[in-house]
T-cell receptor, first 114, second 114 residues
Framework: DGGITQSPKYLFRKEGQNVTLSCEQNLNHDAMYWYRQDPGQGLRLIYYSQIVNDFQKGDIAEGYSVSREKKESFPLTVTSAQKNPTAFYLC?????????????FGSGTRLTVV | EDKVVQSPLSLVVHEGDTVTLNCSYEVTNFRSLLWYKQEKKAPTFLFMLTSSGIEKKSGRLSSILDKKELFSILNITATQTGDSAVYLCAVESDLWGGSEKLVFGKGTKLTVNP
């Protein structure tokens, strides 16, 4: 079955540590996105990528980094520069040409800083 | 700056009630408006709206878009406890380079009590 796999589902990090969240899709989608969700805040765009080896900052990119070395993979690194990293992180991908129908979401990773 | 505003942010009703959720938006390059249902994990697609005045319907849920007044409503009739969730409104708009992004509202948390 095609879909997006995010791992891990739950992640605990000590302050000052970098951590990488995995996002893998087997849908052959070109575009991939990372969103952050805080209680009462909706989803906010962190980074997006239209094609391999290219990515752009979203609305809240500070303290995050990404790579897109393969079409299937779009990992997100939460660096120590991110002041409030505790949140729910959602990865999404999109099939070109399907408009709003084309988005697929992963099940998310809940990151907690301890 | 693109903006999507949902109201109310929280709603508690009894089973059998009818509810109306509101979504207004201001985006520079509107493509479509989407409604999602989120129950702790990945958002589930409900509707995509692109044209004004055309109601989309699925069972007890329906939605309509007004592109002149820049808002949409989501109606749920004869609510059930299984309708309890966060309902997200998102607008798809153009990004630099020809791709698209979703701009989300903060969501409406609906609680349906038996």
């Amino acid at each position: 079955d095609g879909g997006i796999t995010q791992s891990p589902k739950y992640l605990f990090r000590k302050e000052g540590q970098n951590v990488t969240l995995s996002c893998e899709q087997n849908l052959n989608h070109d575009a991939m996105y990372w969103y952050r969700q805080d209680p009462g805040q909706g989803l906010r765009l962190i980074y997006y990528s239209q094609i391999v080896n290219d990515f752009q900052k979203g609305d809240i990119a500070e303290g995050y980094s990404v790579s897109r070395e393969k079409k299937e993979s779009f990992p997100l690194t939460v660096t120590s520069a991110q002041k409030n990293p505790t949140a729910f992180y959602l990865c999404a991908s999109k099939r070109s040409g399907q408009g709003g129908y084309g988005y697929t979401f992963g099940s998310g990773t809940r990151l907690t800083v301890v | 700056e693109d903006k999507v505003v949902q109201s109310p942010l929280s709603l508690v009703v009894h089973e059998g009630d009818t509810v109306t959720l509101n979504c207004s938006y201001e985006v520079t390059n509107f493509r479509s408006l989407l409604w999602y249902k989120q129950e702790k994990k990945a958002p589930t697609f409900l509707f995509m709206l692109t044209s004004s005045g055309i109601e989309k319907k699925s069972g007890r849920l329906s939605s309509i878009l007004d592109k002149k007044e820049l808002f949409s409503i989501l109606n749920i009739t004869a609510t059930q406890t299984g309708d309890s969730a966060v309902y997200l409104c998102a607008v798809e708009s153009d990004l630099w380079g020809g791709s698209e992004k979703l701009v989300f509202g903060k969501g409406t948390k609906l609680t349906v009590n038996p």
